[in-house]
């Protein structure tokens, strides 16, 4: 029986790992009470491995200190461990090591032979950078390709750079995408990017084209990171088609697609005058939800060089979206009301959509309707449109902050 109570007793929920942040080096060592380096290098292999990991590869880039970390490997008798560690912290980011690199090579190289694939890598990439010895680029891609046949991804995509550039090696573009394709999705995507680049340089139409395709692989190979491919294809010199295959490629890829990569190209298109390819981009945008078109969808109603017809379908779009829940949308059509732009003018229109946006707390649009209110200059309303001014002050908005210190003031 008492089994039987015991079992019928709720489990105690597992507790949820503190998770610590800090905001640079100094701060986690204080708070780790961690000692200086030359302390630190007498510490038990292990301690020094934890400590020099955190100062070597912790995620936040802010929190490590390379001198540190590095010193505080090289001090002391090598080990697998510490060595392997080295490694990987040498792909992880930019260092010199001045005149210790031949010594960090002889390091590298015994542990290479001893199947350590990062290390493979990173003897190249010092090879590579001529840190503290004679830049070769030979010895490089040697070292890099060896590091790709075993399967290293840095090894596999310095490779096929050096492949694409005949850089330590011929040219051979074919065998660079053969290297590329061992990579899994997300880094093949990035890789192309590079590869785009370094054959565009060339500026030839034939090789243009070749890194435009590149740039569009990249997009359907990862949406999410669309970003990356989108600001390179936005580079002048690329052929007028392949801006409309990257839009059709985001489009395919519905909402695994980067949010942000559309409204790019989008503005892009806007900035270099381009409004009517523009424009259905940005209703598009609004459609699914994107606030910062509806912006550019605003401003459209005002310009002298959009056809009437093509205005009356933008209110039309910013309409719908307004219906739909979204107040920068509905506060776009307030200002279109209030001043005219694009529609027949309405303060009634106006004060309706802004009111619309304002419930929805959109603090610009609280602002613009305290204020509209209180122009109207009708007492009985002077208390409402003071009412959305704090509103909207409360949201931060700096406008409404200073017309309520002026009415203070007064």
Known sequence: MAADGNASQPAKPTPRPVIETFSSWEEMRTAKGWPSVEVAAKLPPQKRLEIASAALTSRNRNVRNLDYGFALLLNGT??????????????????????????????????????CKSCVAAYAEIQYSGDGIPQNDEVAFKWYRWAAIVGNSKGIEATAI???????????????MNWADRLDAP????????????VAGSGTPEDLATSADL??????LNPADARRPIKQLLASGYPADVRSKAISALRAAGDKADPVALLTI????????????????????VSNGDAAAADYLAQALG???????????????????ADAGQPSAARALGNAYYYGTGVQQSAVKARAFREQAAKRNDAEAQYLLGMMILDAGTADEAGIGRQWLERSASSGYTLARAAIMKMNSN
């Open 78 to 115: 090598p080990s697998k461990d510490t060595t392997r560690l080295l490694a990987k912290a040498i792909l992880m980011n930019e260092y010199t090591f001045g005149p210790k690199a031949p010594s960090v090579l002889s390091l590298l190289a015994a542990e290479s032979m001893r199947g």
């Open 187 to 198: 880094r093949r995507a990035k890789l192309y990017v590079e590869l785009a680049k370094s």
């Open 215 to 220: 740039l569009v692989r990249s997009i359907k």
């Open 266 to 285: 989008a503005q892009s298109l806007w900035n270099a005058g381009s409004t009517g390819e523009a424009i259905p981009i940005f209703e598009e945008l």
């Open 303 to 321: 310009r002298s060089d959009v056809a009437q017809q093509e205005k009356d379908r933008i209110v039309d779009t910013l309409r719908k979206a």
């Open 162 to 176: 050096a492949l694409t550039e005949g850089r330590g090696t011929p040219k051979d573009f074919k065998e660079a």
